[in-house]
Nanobody
Framework: QVRLVESGGDLVQPGGSLRLSCAAGGRIFENSMGWYRQTPGKQRELVAAITIEGTPTYADSVKGRFTISRGDAQDTIYLEMSNLQPEDTGVYFC?????????WGQGTQVTVSS
């Protein structure tokens, strides 16, 4: 069973940057992977995804500000976030891009506020 662990969230001011990480105990991610964002009252949304070959895609709301990448060992997924805005606040999760999904991890909280 895959246990996803997200980390790197924090409280930052608008315009700030963060780097999120996602790992699964050394397991290699052999599928397209994505970063999802959950905000109160909204459905969990996919904000960035990356194929096994390393091709990224982004939601319009984060394009140009977020960068998704894979670690060299293919066992970590990163999300570099820059120029963060209050609307980026939420709990960020990683998971497969396509079904069947893994069980969800605990996520990591990102709060953008002055």
């Amino acid at each position: 069973q895959v246990r996803l662990v997200e980390s790197g969230g924090d409280l930052v001011q608008p315009g700030g940057s963060l780097r999120l990480s996602c790992a699964a105990g050394g397991r290699i991610f052999e599928n397209s992977m994505g970063w999802y964002r959950q905000t109160p009252g909204k459905q969990r949304e996919l904000v960035a995804a990356i194929t096994i070959e390393g091709t990224p895609t982004y939601a319009d709301s984060v394009k140009g500000r977020f960068t998704i990448s894979r670690g060299d060992a293919q066992d970590t997924i990163y999300l570099e976030m820059s120029n963060l805005q209050p609307e980026d606040t939420g709990v960020y999760f990683c998971n497969r891009r396509y079904s069947p999904l893994y069980g969800w991890g605990q996520g990591t909280q990102v709060t953008v506020s002055s």
